[in-house]
């Protein structure tokens, strides 16, 4: 029957968002389980981060074999990336290869906002409101949101009179922005900036990038993938399976067992030049105690800021560029295409924003606190997300007894592996805080949560059990858990991180993602499970 505003469709489970998580649920609640299950998504198609994030050079940092769902043999025989690293259209192609394959927009309400969610007792349902005015109510109510997908414009004085153009890189328009004849400010050098830069910079008449804290990157060399390599792919995928299911982040290599002090100065030097030339993700994985050490993380800093002096020839541009804070890896480590090449360039100036901050914008100048003015035509906000929590709480979600989400995670938030929170029945976070999500390799650590969310489902379908939520003293042992295994990494050592909420003013100081590494997490999610969900509370 056709949907009209204001009637109140009844379903098994609601999922919100049609990224990777909310496809591959959707695919397992109505394909597997038999459920009668709807996706409702803000945009007018699948993609999810990937069908916002469309910035000039906007790529995935994984490597494509490793960058897609791996639950389906047909999939991957059928599928062929094209490059190291994809980009932002052809994973968006993907996907949409994915949907079509598996029929699954017939189950997607595109162009539908989720306003508010509540849980109501008497009939133990969801009753989910969206912006066209539908009503929906289901049993189970899954967030596939993704953790970067709220755009963190910052407020600076004087935006809403500028006379020229704005973007946030998360919210790209569709047609592209032409640069070309125009002064470009750029703001952010974060994963998004390194990437962007570079792009703008070819065709902008000038681009000046605005930087608050200077950031490490190790080159990316993208390259076509050979007609080798995509043999390997289709004939090794079962050995890439394996290997990114039982890493510590997903991806499609092992983090080597050796210590930074294990080898002499020279083998270690040599070490670090062999991932440089290698390029990508894989220069954390040259050591095993990176992450940890101090002493060991000076060492492979020492080595990439040197090379960010070697390529930038302005001595005082490689200053301030190579100026950084934190140990490498305790923010999320960029990996780029000709970033620090780009200001050697005439056209491409740099400013350092944490010594001179920004005071304001004018109507056509971007305005510092001495005083200095930079006149530009188009500003591109690289500044992030409100990352893990943000998506979240714009749903405007009520549990048990009229509480708010908001409510619950005043002070950060608390759940159960990520997966659910105390006072919220039968709803499910897909990648939520507090499970290992932006530290892995994002599909592989949506496929275990979905997997996870279907076989507790399932669970509890079979076995007539109307809720499930953690108990209080499950969320505070995790929530402990959580913030030790942070704790015994130097990832909090890096105070400007999204990671730890510092990006938004006001946002609570919580590391949010869980250090633990995802193949623990994994053994220890189906632990739990097989021990008649320890740490949750089942009724009929
Ligand atoms: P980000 O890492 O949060 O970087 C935002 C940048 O904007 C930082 O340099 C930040 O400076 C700066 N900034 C924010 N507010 C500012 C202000 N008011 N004034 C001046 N500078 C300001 O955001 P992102 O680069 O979009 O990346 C977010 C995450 O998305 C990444 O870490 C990654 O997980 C993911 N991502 C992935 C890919 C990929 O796979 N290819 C690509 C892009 C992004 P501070 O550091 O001082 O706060």
């Not at 997607?108 to 989910?128: C, G, L, M, P």
């Not at 993938?225 to 290599?253: C, M, Q, V």
């Not at 090449?341 to 901050?357: G, I």
């Not at 489902?457 to 953690?470: G, T």
Request: charged share 25%.
């Amino acid at each position: 029957m056709p949907e009209t505003n204001k009637t109140e469709t009844e379903l098994d489970a609601v999922i919100i968002g049609a990224g990777f998580s909310g496809l591959y649920q959707l695919h397992c609640l109505r394909d597997r389980l038999g459920l009668r299950a709807r996706v409702l998504e803000m945009a007018d198609g699948v993609g999810g981060t990937w069908y916002w994030n469309r910035y000039p050079g906007a790529r995935c940092d994984s490597e494509s074999q490793s960058y897609c769902y791996a639950f389906s043999d047909e999939l991957t025989r059928e599928w062929e990336w094209s490059e190291r690293y994809p980009g932002h259209a052809e994973i968006r192609r993907y996907l949409n290869f994915v949907a079509d394959k598996l029929d699954l927009k017939r189950d997607i309400r595109f162009s539908t906002k989720v306003t508010s969610a509540q849980y109501e007792a008497a009939d133990n349902r969801w009753h989910v409101a969206t912006d066209s005015g539908d009503r929906l109510t289901a049993k189970y109510l899954i967030t596939a949101v993704g953790c970067l997908s709220t755009a963190n414009v910052p407020k600076i004085p004087g935006l809403d009179a500028f006379r020229g153009q704005w973007y946030h890189t998360g919210q790209w328009p569709h047609d592209g922005v032409d640069f070309r004849g125009k002064r470009v400010a750029q703001i952010g050098t974060g994963s998004t900036g390194i990437q962007a830069a570079p792009v703008i910079a070819e065709t902008a008449a000038h681009l000046t990038v605005f930087q608050r804290t200077a950031n490490y990157s190790v080159p990316a060399r993208n390259a076509p993938l050979t007609p080798e390599f995509k043999t390997y792919i289709k004939e090794n995928f079962d050995e890439i399976r394996r290997t990114t299911r039982s890493t510590t982040n997903g991806h499609p290599f092992v983090i080597s067992q050796r210590k930074v002090f294990d080898v002499s100065e020279e083998e270690r030097q040599k070490i670090y030049q062999a991932a440089w030339t290698k390029g990508g993700l894989q220069f954390r994985a040259a050591f095993e105690d990176l992450l940890v050490s101090k002493d060991a993380n000076d060492t492979a800093a020492k080595f990439l800021k040197n090379k960010i002096r070697e390529i930038v020839k302005d001595p005082e541009t490689a200053a301030k560029l190579s100026d950084i804070d934190h140990p490498y890896g305790a923010k999320r480590p960029p990996i780029d295409t000709d970033y620090f090449e780009t200001f050697n360039r005439a056209n491409v100036s740099l400013v350092d924003v944490r010594a001179d901050p920004i005071a304001e914008i004018t109507p056509t100048a971007i305005k510092l606190e001495s005083g200095a003015e930079y006149p530009v035509d188009i500003i591109v906000f690289a500044t992030g997300f409100d990352a893990m929590t943000g998506a979240l709480l714009r749903l405007n979600l009520t549990g048990r007894d009229g509480l708010k989400l908001a409510q619950a995670w005043q002070a950060g938030p608390r759940n159960y592996l990520g997966l659910q929170i105390a006072g919220f029945p039968n709803l499910f976070t897909i990648t939520g805080p507090g499970s290992p999500s932006v530290l892995c390799n994002m599909p592989v650590a949506i496929e275990q949560h979905v997997e996870w969310i279907t076989d507790c489902i399932d669970h509890m379908q079979r076995n007539d059990i109307a809720r499930i939520e953690p108990t209080e003293e499950a969320v505070n042992g995790w929530v402990q858990h959580v913030n030790d295994a942070a704790n015994a990494t130097l990832l909090p050592q890096a105070h400007h991180s999204w990671y730890l909420g510092a990006n938004v003013p006001g946002k609570p100081r919580v590391f949010m993602p869980y250090t633990g590494g995802m193949a623990t997490y994994r053994e220890r999610c189906n632990a739990i499970a097989d021990n008649g969900y320890e740490g949750f509370s089942l009724s009929a």
